[in-house]
């Protein structure tokens, strides 16, 4: 008799711990939704940009949510109350390019049982952006063929016509050359060069 009702209290206790549990991942409070915007700091992105995107949601655990674009990411998400960190990375880093960008992004935010949390996400641009402008003088004084040659370690743009590059300097590596070649009909070959230390999110302009 004694072993029957030790049993049966065994499993009127195992039956009390499930009936709990089950309360906790069904109660209202214990979850909350989040709505994500995502912004560069020049424009608002939307799905039909052809950047991509790669977002991550980490907990206090690690990782738990990853989108690899705009489309794949819900208008709403939900999760269990508490503190994440969402970081987002939009473009392509790339040692030099007429027009590949690169920016990153990083909001801490608390979810709150039962309530929508609207979190911003900013992304900075991490590119030194690099501009060469041809005055009408420029045009005018040289002949077909001049330009400017940018160049960070290996990688270079050259700037036959006014425009502007993103280079991606880094801490061991911020120190870009310029040079500008050129023939003149009077005077012949000319040329002009120089040194600009690069810094991400930064704007430099030759004339």
């Not at 990153?104 to 501009?131: H, M, P």
């Not at 009077?186 to 999110?201: C, D, F, I, V, Y």
Request: net charge negative; with cysteine.
């Amino acid at each position: 008799m004694k072993n029957i009702l030790r049993i049966l209290m065994s499993a009127l206790l195992i039956l009390a711990v499930s009936c709990s549990n089950q309360d906790e991942v069904v109660s209202p409070d214990s979850e909350g939704t989040l709505s994500l915007k995502v912004l560069t700091d020049t424009r608002a992105q939307d799905s039909g940009s052809d950047l991509s995107y790669l977002i991550r949601i980490y907990n206090s655990e690690g990782l738990i949510r990853k989108y690899t674009s705009l489309e794949e990411l819900p208008s709403t998400l939900a999760l269990l109350a508490g503190d994440y960190t969402i970081k987002v990375q939009v473009g392509e880093q790339v040692a030099a390019s007429f027009k590949e960008k690169f920016y990153l992004g990083e909001q801490t935010f608390t979810i709150v049982g039962g309530q929508k949390s609207d979190v911003e996400v900013v992304c900075r641009l991490q590119n030194a952006v690099v501009a060469v402008n041809y005055d009408q003088s420029v045009v005018d004084a040289f002949e077909a063929g001049f330009g400017t040659k940018v160049s960070l370690g290996e990688a270079s743009l050259n700037y036959t016509t006014s425009a502007q590059g993103y280079f991606s300097p880094t801490e061991e590596l911020k120190l870009a050359s310029w040079s500008f070649s050129g023939n003149h009909p009077s005077k012949g070959a000319l040329s002009q060069s120089g040194e600009l230390t690069l810094e991400s999110g930064k704007r430099y302009t030759l004339n």
